[in-house]
């Protein structure tokens, strides 16, 4: 009895405290991408023509988020009946918009007018057998910044 308690205490922290961190995430992100709106990423076709630029430079941005203990045990339950793990597409948004405002951030930094071609890369760090383990992922942006 004394061990439910326990594990439902600490499912109940992990919700508490992941919750408040993702929250004040989100908030900071939402702050520096109203910071770097100025500049515009666009993506162009093969056969569209580049804007003019004097100068060019290519751009990363990488970031690891990790998922709490109540994501990975809401995934386990998730996994035992299939459909979209819905915890963890939190995850995988603040990554992806990390990424990208950190590419931003130091193409702003270089004095970009403009990213192009901006591209994204994702891998899963950790256990992947679905064990206990960290679970965690990878977010890489990229673009051509011009000025």
């Known amino acids: 009895m004394i061990d439910i ?17 993702e929250k004040r995430h989100y908030k900071d992100i939402k702050k520096r991408e109203r910071q770097t709106l100025h500049v515009p990423m666009v993506t162009f076709g093969a056969k569209q023509e580049i804007p003019k630029a004097n100068e060019a430079a290519l751009f990363l941005g990488s970031v690891v988020v990790s998922a709490d203990y109540f994501k990975m045990f809401a995934s386990a339950l998730r996994s035992l009946v299939g459909g979209r793990v819905v915890v963890y597409e939190s995850v995988l948004d603040r990554g992806r918009r990390e990424a990208i405002l950190r590419m931003k951030e130091q193409a ?32 890489t942006a990229y673009g051509t910044a011009i000025r």
């Open 5 to 21: 308690i326990i594990s439902a205490l600490l499912l109940a922290m992990a919700y508490l405290v992941g919750s408040f961190l």
């Open 108 to 139: 702003i930094t270089w004095g970009a007018t403009q990213i192009v071609n901006v591209r994204l890369e994702t891998s899963t760090i950790g256990n992947q057998t679905g064990g206990q383990g960290l679970a965690a992922i990878e977010v």
